[in-house]
């Protein structure tokens, strides 16, 4: 099978290459992949700024269907379509194992999850993104009924974002982004729902606070994975400059794989609460996106702009690199065989 693998440690290094379909252990499951996204994180791999294992065939955003299991596998049957928690007794899918930019991929079933085949696939291969979303905006930072939230970034996190804010029952969503560079994306924010796009040249900590009667927001969302995206989100929170504190939050889901320059001063000037959101909860997250995925109630075929070959990966990347996509897949075999 042809795969996209990082063929060495060092910027680059990404390549196709033919490999052995997966010998499954008896625990494990063959899947045959439909859709895989391009993340954040792939890029940074690509630039050696993340953390990885070479040689390894990248791809952690997946969905599929399963087309063969070992002798020991009780629950998943040949023809579920499934996702994949990316953490398994071997190393992450697509990190420091073997992912999905490619036809098939090996897991094992205790990290399975089976959706009713009334799902479309590619919404399935949105779970992993649901998995962070849910991560960074419930359990270690909550948005509650009435905040005002900004998002910085509008990329596939921040769109994401806006629409669990607007769930969530936030009063008003804000989007920052760049002016020109983020004009597709933040066409897309305000399709799905954000209530007011910013630009980051154009002072928007002054805007957010005219927005908020001078209270300033009540939580940030920081996907823009730019120390200017950072400061901006550490300016315009809520400020708490006595009591307790805690009122300005920020969940940072952002990795820069580099050193960035901020002014940290109003972290404790006031008493921000400021939080990385990085992962998940176990099992119990999952659940929790798998159930928002089944519901209906994202845009997820919005954010979904491009469609590509696993042949045509590097125009893929070059799409999210300079953000001409908002959400990519690959599709390692073609999108004309599954229902």
Known sequence: MLALRKTAAGPGNLALEERETPVLEEDEVLMKVWSAGICGSDILIEKDRHFYEAPVTLGHEFSGVVEAVGPKVREVKVGDHIAADIETRTGWLGVTRDGAFASHMSVPEAQVFVYPPSIPLDHICFTEPMVATVHSMIERNTVNLGDFVVVVGPGPMGLMGVQFAKLSGASEVAVIGLRGID?????????????????????????????????????????????????????????????????????????????????????????????????????????????????????????????????????????????????????????????
């Open 183 to 339: 004009d597709m994306r933040l066409d897309l924010a305000k399709k799905v729902g954000a209530d007011h796009i910013l630009y980051s040249e154009e002072n928007p900590t002054e805007a957010i606070f005219d927005l908020t009667g001078g209270r300033g927001a009540d939580f940030v969302l920081e996907a823009s994975a730019s120390a200017t995206g950072f400061q901006h989100g550490i300016d315009c929170v809520r400020r708490s400059p006595e009591g307790p504190g805690g009122n300005g939050k920020i969940s940072v889901i952002s990795l820069w794989g580099e050193p960035i320059t901020i002014q940290p001063d109003s972290m404790s000037l006031f008493q921000l609460d400021i939080r990385g959101a990085w992962s998940w909860n176990g099992r119990e997250t999952w659940h929790r996106a798998i159930d928002l995925i089944q519901s209906g109630k994202f845009d997820l075929d919005t954010l979904l702009t491009g469609r590509y070959a696993l042949e045509e990966w590097d125009t893929a990347f070059e799409s999210i690199r300079q953000r001409t996509d908002c959400k990519a897949f690959l599709y390692p075999n073609g999108q004309d065989w599954a229902a």
